[in-house]
């Protein structure tokens, strides 16, 4: 788990990190804590999807927590924001782009550990995440968020549903292994979520932003099949959580 603490103060960003230490020695969690400086220190090394928890700083030295967190918006609906400030003048912002929580400083190991006790819990109830290396970091990835898996000789690409690929030395049959119901096999080293496919024609699938994957000929029809029950089970399943027979 990749966590990135962004605060002017090195004084604060050593306190938070050795509550976030303590945190993942008791839960027995592996966590990478970096540091940085500022908001333009974090942005100028900021990927997205590259860390599951970002601690804020509101008030900094350049551009603030806010301005910072609202770029991070731009590209990343994923990762989770947490503010720590000194006031509660902007709590109505902080929650404008989606701030998990907003803790007051000092930070107490409290209520550090409460806000992350209720971040872990949300995020594995809510989606499954696939984690991975990529240019030398480590991303995480909501199943949600992936469109599609291919094979490339001893890697694998992974596309996301903003068209961005990333490379990783995987083999395709261990991620095969982790993916959910909502992926489909189109053939040997091509897979795809269903979520993200417009139409099969033939030996094509053709996803929502225009990209086509090839469908093996052999099982085209067993393909399309899958493809047409999992749409009728999630329009069975919309239907049946707001009372409407399908």
């Known amino acids: 788990m990749n966590i990135a603490i962004v605060d002017d103060s090195a004084t604060d960003r050593r306190h938070l990190e050795q509550i ?6 008791i839960n027995q969690l592996d966590m990478n ?7 333009e220190a974090f942005l100028n090394h900021y990927q997205p999807y590259q860390y599951t928890i970002i601690f ?13 967190a609202e770029i991070i918006r731009e590209t990343d609906e994923e990762s989770v924001l947490v503010f720590l400030t000194t006031s509660e003048d902007h709590r109505p912002e902080a929650f404008s782009v989606f701030a998990t929580t907003y803790i007051s400083k000092p930070s107490s190991r409290e209520a550090i550990f409460r806000a992350l006790d209720h971040i872990l819990h949300c995020r594995t109830e809510k989606e499954q995440y696939f984690s991975f290396s990529y240019d030398r970091r480590e991303y995480s990835l909501s199943y949600a968020d992936i469109e599609a898996i291919e094979t490339d000789r001893n890697y694998i690409v992974i596309t996301d549903k903003r068209g961005a690929s ?13 993916m959910d119901a909502r992926f489909l096999v189109l053939m040997k080293g ?5 979520d993200y496919i417009s139409q ?4 094509v ?3 929502r932003d225009g990209k086509t994957l090839p469908v093996q000929v052999k099982k085209k029809k067993e393909i399309q099949q899958k493809w047409l029950n999992y749409k009728f ?5 919309a239907t049946s959580r707001w009372g409407v027979k399908p």
């Open 166 to 178: 990333y490379r990783t030395r995987m083999t395709f049959s261990s991620v095969q292994e982790q």
């Open 200 to 203: 099969i024609q033939d030996t």
């Open 56 to 68: 804020l700083d509101i008030f900094m030295n350049g551009i603030t927590g806010i301005k910072t």
């Open 20 to 25: 976030l230490q303590k945190y993942a020695a």
């Open 190 to 194: 091509i897979m795809v979520n269903m």
């Open 233 to 237: 089970a999630a329009i069975r399943n």
């Open 33 to 39: 804590i970096e540091h940085f400086s500022g908001g």
């Open 205 to 207: 699938c053709i996803l």
